[in-house]
């Protein structure tokens, strides 16, 4: 009778290839092609992350800019600068990503950091709904709903 080999365990869940080797603090990496990067300031960040309330992804913080950037599918932002206050670096645009391995207290760092086995895109609708509403919240009254 034929020998089966042992079962393999199963794979450990890995992190984004895109991320920064942990012995480099941080590293420009291209958006574009794994997500797009939507920037938005601290203030406005904050407000929409608690309104996600656990449903967001990664999220970047960098002080000296004073934003916060999310990652969301390639494409999935365009037209948000026409309705919402965002940056949207897609294709030729690049974002300063720290590593896992950069400590509190640098000037880039993750805000929500990226766990093994997570998908780490933040819904792109979920993210647009809560950046309107804290912008309504914002200015007092209400805004263009981008488009759907």
């Known amino acids: 009778m034929p020998e089966h080999p042992a079962s393999a365990a199963p794979a450990a869940p890995s992190l984004p290839v895109w991320l920064p080797p942990v012995d480099v603090p941080a590293r420009r990496v291209a958006a574009g092609r794994w997500w ?3 920037r938005v300031a601290e203030a406005v960040g904050a ?9 967001s992804g990664p999220v970047v913080g960098d002080r000296r800019d004073g934003v916060y950037a999310w990652f969301v599918r390639p494409g999935a932002a365009d ?23 950069a400590g509190h207290g640098r000037w880039v760092e993750w805000v929500v950091r990226p766990e093994p086995g997570w998908d780490a895109l933040t819904d792109a609708r979920e993210l647009r709904d809560a950046l309107t509403a804290t912008a309504r919240q914002a200015v007092g009254g209400p805004r263009p709903e981008p488009g759907r």
């Open 36 to 38: 797009d990067a939507v």
């Open 47 to 55: 407000a929409a992350l608690e309104a996600l309330a656990g449903r």
């Open 79 to 101: 037209g948000w600068r026409e309705c919402l206050p965002v940056e949207v670096y897609g294709v030729a645009c690049r974002l300063l990503v720290p590593s896992l391995g």
